[in-house]
């Protein structure tokens, strides 16, 4: 069944040699090792992120009188609701792991260097990224530890001269942590970062392909 | 294909078809079950009270209002239903008032002994069976119990003619 489609789809775009100069014959230097995995292990946990967050955004409502009642029925009253939510618990968790161990080997072999400035800039654009979606998601369950630990962190640009206090306020919606900051939070969470993180990965797969991975050491 | 004409490379290709086909279907199972689960789960009769006995005098149908707390999912909120309640003796009958057409709340018009459906004019009689307009079928009934004077009827409708106490 499956063959059948993907020959009814070649035949039209002709995409089977494309999959295989691109995918299955593709020529990797020969002394890679497992250091180079770290990115498409970051990538792999992206896309557990994505489709167990998009799964339990169903269930969620991002408000204060509900966002703990909704967020303690998908984990323990919903089939396999522990599981998901633990997966996209430590995935995210294990995703700044591994995006730092990422960027370290890249920096160790120098890899970040002409001509590949502009890989390692998006890199660390998404580096950013992946600290704000945990950031902006460790606010949504709505518990004591949520709380505080928001309150803390919005806190932190409080001590930027002159625009600090400005920063704070607009982080939170207004000067304390409540319903608008929620939504906002969650807002960036599910659909402003997820969609610049969507962009720059693109860029930055795109330059990876083109360029070539950097000759190890 | 014989062993022979496998090549490393297609050996390869096999694995990694192998590998994906397993990810991808130990990551479905959790997901499709995490997304189906609460529009799978068979919603739990219960028996609501509509009144004392004496509230009901007998001989004519009596309007019930069941009240009750559901399960929402995660949301606990109050539901509100109609029934047409006849004492009659000791038998009593309760009508659910919900249209078998598009689920409209009828009622029971005193001077045609008829239930009446407001919105596209479907007709009943006083047993609950289609006289005229677009009703498939005729009302459902509910189960109905007397606990000391109190009358409990049962949340979950019984087609007309189906089941006990009805």
């Not at chain 1, 939510?85 to 995006?99: P, S, Y």
Request: hydrophobic fraction near 45%; aromatic fraction near 12%; proline fraction near 5%.
């Amino acid at each position: 069944m499956f063959r059948k489609v993907y020959y009814w789809i070649d035949e039209r775009l002709n995409i089977r040699p494309y999959i295989r100069k691109e995918i299955l014959d593709k020529p990797v230097h020969g002394r890679l090792n497992f250091t180079y995995c770290f990115g498409g292990m970051t990538f792999f946990l992206f896309l557990l992120l994505t489709i167990t967050g998009v799964s339990m955004a169903i269930y969620y409502v991002p408000s204060p009188d509900h966002a703990y009642d909704t967020v303690d029925y998908l984990t323990y009253q919903i089939f396999m609701g522990k599981v998901i939510r633990g997966v996209h618990h430590w995935a995210a968790n294990l995703m700044v792991v591994t995006v730092f161990l990422h960027m370290l080997r890249v920096y160790i072999h120098g890899a970040y260097k002409k001509p590949r400035e502009l890989n390692w800039i998006t890199g660390v654009m998404l580096f950013v990224l992946v600290l704000s979606f945990s950031f902006t998601g460790y606010l949504l369950p709505w518990d004591q530890k949520a709380y505080w630990a928001t309150k803390v962190g919005t806190q932190m640009p409080g001590s930027v001269p002159l625009i600090g206090d400005y920063v704070v306020r607009v982080l939170r919606g207004g000067s304390k942590i409540g319903a608008l900051t929620l939504s906002r939070f969650y807002v960036l969470h599910v659909i402003f970062l997820p969609s610049m993180i969507a962009a720059l990965l693109i860029g930055h797969f795109a330059m990876i392909r083109r360029q070539g991975i950097a000759e190890p050491l | 294909m014989s062993p022979k004409d496998i090549t490393r490379r297609r050996l390869m290709e096999i694995g990694i078809k192998v590998m994906g086909g397993f990810i991808s279907a130990t990551s479905a199972f959790p997901i499709i079950g995490f997304i189906t689960a609460p529009s799978l789960k068979q919603e739990e009769d219960k028996w609501i009270d509509v009144g004392a006995i004496n509230d009901f005098p007998p001989g004519t149908y009596i309007k019930g209002v069941m009240e009750s707390q559901v399960k929402d999912g995660w949301y606990i909120t109050k539901e509100r239903a109609l029934c047409w309640i006849k004492v009659d003796g000791d038998k009593i009958v309760a009508v659910s008032a919900t249209c078998s057409h598009l689920g409209c709340n009828v009622y029971w018009d005193e001077a045609s002994k008829n239930f009446k459906c407001p919105c596209h004019a479907g007709v009943y009689d006083s047993e609950g069976k289609v006289i005229k307009g677009p009703p498939p079928r005729a009302l459902d009934r509910l189960q109905v119990k007397v606990e000391g004077e109190r009358i409990l009827v049962n949340s979950i409708p019984v087609p007309y003619g189906e089941g006990k106490n009805v």
